[in-house]
């Protein structure tokens, strides 16, 4: 099943509408990014995903309602008391995760545990982590970044969602480490390369081009990216109000209406030789 993003943005923008709370901004980021993963890969099988940057758990709840594997009285109880789909992803309260999360920096150590555990048992699959880039800002995973490399594994894949917000503004006012960021990483002995996060083939291309060192993909993306005034970091958990929601609404429909190619991508074309550049190992 090809699974279209912005299907999923839909189905997001209803959750924290009619609940008055939730992330969109960073949700409507990685939309193109679950797709790929949720469309190509066993998901909750034998390939784990681990989202660190547990509050963009609505495309999450998005996906699993789109593959029909939760129901319309799932998605409807999104946020409430005792509900199986918390605004941050509970394990306990729904199975279908691979990981409890939200407490922001945790994830890749968790995802380097599955990656182990699954190297111990022999076992299949691919153990897949997002980061946040605001959530980058947190030592324990400079702590994890360093230390997967010298497991010589290869069975996890890191993404960075590079949406460029986080709650309290622009992500690069609060650190340096963005002016570099590939080659910071790329220092701890990971394939690190520059995507972009918007454009499906892109993302499929770069996750089977694989090295002897373990990828990590810094996801070039816009938050909120799908609705035109939603594009900003202030709509990192902002609520849409009636008309917001309406005119937003009427944005995603006409992008379903027109389709998903997904050999081509409906995101605008970026240019390939600016990603080609950042990528050039010096």
Known sequence: MQIDPNILRKKVLKMVYDKKSGHIGGSFSIAELI?????????GGKDKLILSKGHAVPIIYAVLHELKKISDKDLSLFREINSPLQG????LRLPLLD???GSLGQGL????????????KNEDGIV??????GEIQEGQIWEALSYFPKTGLKNLVC??????????????????????LRERISCFGWNCRMVDGHSMKEIRTQLHYRTVEPLCLILDTIKGKGVSFMENSSWHARVPND????????????????GYCHDCDSAPCKDIEFFDKLNEIN
Request: hydrophobic content about 35%.
């Open 35 to 43: 797709a790929v993963l949720y469309s190509d890969y066993d998901i």
């Open 88 to 91: 941050h992803p509970d394990k």
């Open 99 to 101: 990981a409890t999360t």
């Open 109 to 120: 150590s968790i995802a380097i545990g599955h990656a182990l555990g699954k190297s111990l």
């Open 128 to 133: 897949f982590c997002i980061l946040g880039d």
């Open 159 to 180: 993404f960075i969602d590079w949406n460029k917000g986080q709650n309290d503004g622009c992500s690069k006012d609060y650190s340096i480490m963005y002016d570099n």
């Open 243 to 258: 008309e917001e929601y309406k005119n937003a609404l009427e944005e995603l429909e006409e992008l379903i209406a027109h």
